[in-house]
């Protein structure tokens, strides 16, 4: 039986009494599911709950009535698309459009240096094993700046890698002057610490200078300059014959 019952005092609250502190938990609990009505003037309230003091903690509830929350496992998404559509996993080197980028182990240690990176881009990996695996001609036809150079010193690695030295020639065409020169001072850096020695023949290339042309490995011309050589062929037919890689940047049709 419920004995002591709460009291709304003039302002609406629930007032308990000090007997409340020292009743049974069996009380209490009661008293927690009770609830009691007042008048408010002349107008009867609506139920109100009493003070929620009395609620019991889920540790005093014994075990077997506890009722727990099952714990749902988090779904682990991989996005194998991202927005670079680069897959990247620790294992292997990133895959970009459906390429898998090789790596420069591909490579012996002494051409390794050469290239100032790790991986190759997805043009220079697509073309990797036609032009370092094969002795195919390739046309590539890719935007500027895709890595096509790049494309073009795997194929010089690979004239090394199956010649000996001074036995073979290459040639680099490149439609300027302007463009010839970079090539030189950039390719006389890679290749020096393989004994490899590239020349410039242009328009501004004198005739007393062709014995050290005939001496070069890597000849770097422009059409108009190659073109004229070739009209005298009878005169540098031992050079020609030299010839086994043709490279050729800037074709216009």
Known sequence: MYHNSPTPNTTGEVVSSSSDLHSSPITRRQEALHTSTYQSGN?????????????????????????????????????????????ALNHAPPIVQNIQLLSLDNLPDRFRSVFKYELFNAVQSKCFPNVYGTDDNMIISSPTGSGKTVVMELAI??????????????????????????????????????????????????S??????????????????????????????????????????????
């Open 157 to 206: 690695c690979r004239l090394l890698q199956n010649s000996v030295q001074g036995t073979c020639k290459i040639v680099y065409q490149a439609p300027t002057k302007a463009l010839c020169s970079e090539r030189k001072r950039d390719w006389d850096q890679k290749f020096a610490h393989l004994n490899i020695k590239c020349v410039e023949l242009t328009g501004d290339t004198q």
């Open 208 to 253: 007393a200078n062709l014995p050290d042309i005939k001496a070069g490995d890597i000849i770097i011309t422009t059409p108009e300059k190659w073109d004229s050589m070739t009209r005298k062929w009878h005169d540098h037919k031992k050079l020609f014959e030299l010839v086994r890689l043709f490279l050729v940047i800037w074709i216009t049709w």
């Open 43 to 87: 107008r009867r309230s609506d139920t109100v709950p009493v003070s929620s003091r009395y609620v019991i903690s889920s540790d005093k509830i014994p075990e077997m009535f506890r009722v727990t929350k099952p714990q749902i496992k988090q779904k682990k998404v991989i996005d194998t698309q991202p927005a670079g559509r680069v897959i």
